[in-house]
T-cell receptor
Framework: DQQVKQNSPSLSVQEGRISILNCDYTNSMFDYFLWYKKYPAEGPTFLISISSIKDKNEDGRFTVFLNKSAKHLSLHIVPSQPGDSAVYFCAASDSGGGADGLTFGKGTHLIIQP | DSGVTQTPKHLITATGQRVTLRCSPRSGDLSVYWYQQSLDQGLQFLIQYYNGEERAKGNILERFSAQQFPDLHSELNLSSLELGDSALYFC????????????FGPGTRLTVL
């Protein structure tokens, strides 16, 4: 049973436009959410996170939105740049302390077109 | 560079063998996590250690074990290897008081022939 779902395996966006990556979760105990970016042959790189007490967190070009009632979060990248082309993973934690490790979605491959 | 190091980068071995993967966390981090990424399964949490003690277990097989040493580096031992154990193995670490944000190493690619 997949508790974190990223339903779009890939997404193509034109350079300069907004990229929106979506993530749904089923476990209502999740209270902390993270986005990671991964290039081939490298480990995941932490991008941005959000606690369940917030509905938005912004860091430069990256903004994460959390809709708890819909159990949905999204990552907005604006403007999109060629270096943003990578696989993006949504992850969630249910302990508040990371004691059970992170539960990851299967990723969305973002392709930024010139 | 996340500050988490993993060795070796690649490992090729045969079925039935045993291997050890090594991880050094970021300076000051007490928690170490191990994850497996196989082709169709995404990143799966295996096990967590905190300051030398096992803290949480995920989908870790009985053939796999781990430990964290007094200098906080960690080793993941995989034994009686099967073809299906071929995967990327990532180590991550997190800081005390901020354990939800985990920083990942570059991974070890294990190929079992």
């Amino acid at each position: 049973d997949q508790q974190v779902k990223q339903n779009s395996p890939s997404l193509s966006v034109q350079e300069g436009r907004i990229s929106i990556l979506n993530c749904d979760y089923t476990n209502s105990m999740f209270d902390y959410f993270l986005w990671y970016k991964k290039y081939p042959a490298e480990g995941p790189t932490f991008l941005i996170s959000i606690s369940s007490i917030k509905d938005k967190n912004e860091d430069g070009r990256f903004t994460v939105f959390l809709n708890k009632s819909a159990k949905h979060l999204s990552l907005h990248i604006v403007p999109s740049q060629p270096g943003d082309s990578a696989v993006y993973f949504c992850a969630a934690s249910d302990s508040g302390g990371g004691a059970d490790g992170l539960t990851f979605g299967k990723g969305t491959h973002l392709i930024i077109q010139p | 560079d996340s500050g988490v190091t993993q060795t070796p980068k690649h490992l090729i071995t045969a079925t039935g063998q045993r291997v050890t993967l090594r991880c050094s966390p970021r300076s000051g981090d007490l928690s170490v996590y191990w994850y497996q990424q196989s082709l169709d399964q995404g990143l799966q949490f295996l096990i967590q250690y905190y300051n030398g003690e096992e803290r949480a277990k995920g989908n870790i097989l009985e053939r796999f074990s781990a430990q964290q040493f007094p200098d906080l580096h960690s080793e993941l031992n995989l034994s009686s290897l099967e073809l299906g154990d071929s995967a990327l193995y990532f180590c991550a670490s997190s800081a005390p008081g901020s354990v939800d944000t985990q920083y990942f190493g570059p991974g070890t690619r294990l190929t079992v022939l």
